[in-house]
T-cell receptor, first 115, second 113 residues
Framework: SAVISQKPSRDICQRGTSLTIQCQVD?????MFWYRQQPGQSLTLIAT?????????ESGFVIDKFPISRPNLTFSTLTVSNMSPEDSSIYLC????????????FGDGTRLSIL | QKEVEQNSGPLSVPEGAIASLNCTYS??????FFWYRQYSGKSPELIMF????GDKEDGRFTAQLNKASQYVSLLIRDSQPSDSATYLC?????????????FGQGTTLQVKP
């Protein structure tokens, strides 16, 4: 499976600020996804990062709050905008196989705390 | 009704026993099913995936799928203390290769020496 690297691994931010999380894959992959895991909760899909076009957001998530870029087949960013304490979560990037097949594997995640 | 349901546990088993983890899902069109293991403070790690009805074995792990009953399970044989973790059931939404995974709340497994 592809090796997925996320930066930063963790951060503590002030409310009202924005943070961009990077996801780098060591090989070209068809699909990239962003998930959120709130404290004590399971994973929730935020959006599908589409190469060369706008991301596809799940219900409850909007582009203004979570803008996503995917400039090529190995890289994506997720920005958490105008942060509030409710955004304190682990944000995870995942990919399918190089041929688009399942299963998905996850990066190590970004642990974000908002003060 | 949640799309993917699991008992949150904790499920406690003695070392060497069989741990049985269960999951039900609501989307009859789903075709792909996954089990992830998550240690505290770590990201989810894929353990098993299954696409067809029946059993699929990999080492000490067996995944079982019954699409008619919308039920998927994970059996862990000869459980070890290192198996103590949260196990997440994930179902791919839709019948095509969407890649969109819906996760259950996870079952916490405790294996006691």
């Amino acid at each position: 499976s592809a090796v997925i690297s996320q930066k930063p691994s963790r951060d503590i931010c002030q409310r009202g600020t924005s943070l961009t999380i990077q996801c780098q894959v060591d090989s070209q992959v068809t699909m990239m996804f962003w998930y959120r895991q709130q404290p004590g909760q399971s994973l929730t899909l935020i959006a599908t990062a589409n190469q060369g076009s706008e991301a596809t957001y799940e219900s409850g998530f909007v582009i203004d709050k979570f803008p996503i870029s995917r400039p090529n087949l190995t890289f994506s960013t997720l920005t958490v905008s105008n942060m509030s304490p409710e955004d304190s979560s682990i944000y995870l990037c995942s990919t399918t196989g190089t041929d688009g097949s399942q299963p998905q594997h996850f990066g190590d995640g970004t642990r974000l705390s908002i003060l | 009704q949640k799309e993917v349901e699991q008992n949150s546990g904790p499920l406690s088993v003695p070392e060497g026993a069989i741990a049985s983890l269960n999951c039900t899902y609501s989307d009859r069109g789903s075709q792909s099913f996954f089990w992830y293991r998550q240690y505290s403070g770590k990201s989810p790690e894929l353990i098993m995936f299954i696409y067809s009805n029946g059993d699929k074995e990999d080492g000490r792990f067996t995944a079982q799928l019954n699409k008619a009953s919308q039920y998927v399970s994970l059996l862990i044989r000869d459980s070890q203390p290192s198996d103590s973790a949260t196990y997440l059931c994930a179902v791919e939404r839709g019948s095509s290769n969407t890649g969109k995974l819906i996760f259950g709340q996870g079952t916490t497994l405790q294996v006691k020496p």
